[in-house]
């Protein structure tokens, strides 16, 4: 059977939207075997309707208990994430809710969530400071002139990279607000049209970011 791989189309933290979307691409004949560098790899096989839940957990030792565990649950184990999230699959449909506890499933990905906003802000105010001294300079030191001499395919490299600047915040802010706003119980964040926008966005990241490498 062929091995397919697909680039993550949600922000890891969006536990409820990635389960959606592994169940989503089972029930397209996509079954789910693991993860690596931020693509997810799946084997073509018959449509099937299957669940799937992330554990978030603390480093444990005894990994093998716990998936024997979950075994007995009707859960099976399909790959580490990282060292405090796994993957697991139902092996049967009347296998128990893997995750209920959704106060502890927000304080986790919020810790997250906190660090992208950290790394969000400090990237903004370097932005802010970057483009400050260019206006002294330009000011200051005639560097002005040097733009008027530019042509126009010399200048595109500072839009574009400025529409990547706030592309890239505005699509991380919204995710982060919307990840405060909803229910992961609900698990109904992920939808065919909401994937393929996030697809949209990701292709103009990359077509921007190509734009700058000459």
Known sequence: MATISRVLPYQPWEIDAVEGWLDDMASQGLIFTHCSGGYYYFREDEPQTLRHRFDVHERLADHDRRHEEYRDFGWEHICYVDAHTDIYRAVREDAVELNTDEE??????????????????????????????????????????????????????????????????????????EMKSRSLLERTYHTREREAARRRELRTDTIVRLLLLP
Not at 129 to 147: D, E, K, M, N, Q
Not at 156 to 175: A, E, H, N, T
Request: one cysteine or more.
């Open 104 to 177: 502890t499933l927000h304080s986790v990905m919020e810790k997250n969530q906190r660090k992208l906003r950290n790394t969000l802000i400090f990237g903004e105010l370097l932005g802010a400071v970057t483009l400050s001294l260019l206006v002294v300079s330009i000011c200051r030191f005639g560097f002005f002139l040097l733009f008027l001499t530019k042509s126009l395919w010399d200048l595109l490299p500072i839009p574009l990279w400025l529409f990547l600047v706030i592309f890239g915040d505005i699509r991380l802010w919204r995710s982060y607000r």
